[in-house]
């Protein structure tokens, strides 16, 4: 056999695998200057698919969920990423999404909710990460303009006049934990509680006021 390489034939390219881990294979004939021909020969190259998906922007503040009674829940924010994520080989519906902590977990104070970290994986395992911010809730306060009244026997006297409810809200009235029939017609002295309801958490604020009967 000659030493030089006079000529490659033609290569012939078999692909196998995936985008996460493919090969190509190209096989050959090699011709030397004297005329022999090695058939068969080959060569190989390989990857696969390293590039982390795209988060684009960042999702707007979520409010948290609420269980009606003044309960408080993380929101599940997963497809307001998915909305943001693109990836180059893998199909948008296709993409993992992750939320840490995960939707419907508790969330102690709404005051500092804090965020959510999102994780969004392709099909060959590359990720990106984001954050969601949770909005911030506050419990309604309840304001009193007066908390004693007295009135003579046999009168009765109005406490609704204590309090205003602002939009969204509710004022309700009870003594010893039982529900006022009717806050402006009282005729009995003691403790009233006044309460502030906000009617989509089911939170509250109370305070108390004190009536005096003078015979």
């Excluded at 390989?46 to 269980?67: C, L, N, V, W, Y």
């Excluded at 970290?117 to 909005?135: F, K, P, R, S, Y």
């Excluded at 809200?169 to 402006?184: E, I, P, Q, R, W």
Aim: one cysteine or more; charged letters at 15%; a negative charge.
């Amino acid at each position: 056999a000659c030493f030089k390489t006079s000529s490659l034939g033609a290569p012939t390219a078999t692909i196998s695998g995936d985008n996460c881990n493919w090969t190509v294979t190209f096989t050959f004939d090699i011709t030397d200057e004297c005329g022999n021909v090695l058939t068969g020969a080959t060569a190989t190259i390989s990857g696969g698919d390293a590039t982390k998906p795209t988060i684009s922007g960042t999702a707007a503040a979520k409010p948290m969920e609420f269980d009606g009674n003044c309960g408080f829940k993380v929101p599940d924010v997963v497809e307001d990423v998915r909305l943001l994520a693109t990836d180059d080989c893998t199909e948008n519906s296709a993409l993992t999404i992750t939320q840490v902590p995960a939707a419907g977990a508790a969330i102690a104070d709404p005051a500092t909710p804090g965020s959510i970290t999102v994780t969004v994986e392709d099909a060959c395992g590359n990720t990106e990460t984001t954050t969601v911010a949770i909005e911030a809730y506050t419990k309604p306060t309840l304001t009193l303009t007066e908390t004693t009244f007295t009135i003579c026997e046999p009168g009765t006297l109005d406490i609704t006049t204590a309090a205003t409810a602002p939009a969204g809200h509710t004022l309700s009235y009870l003594k010893d934990g039982v529900a006022v029939a009717d806050a402006t017609k009282i005729s009995a002295a003691g403790t009233y509680t006044i309460r502030l309801t906000d009617d989509a958490t089911g939170c509250y604020d109370e305070k108390t006021v004190t009536v005096t009967i003078n015979p």
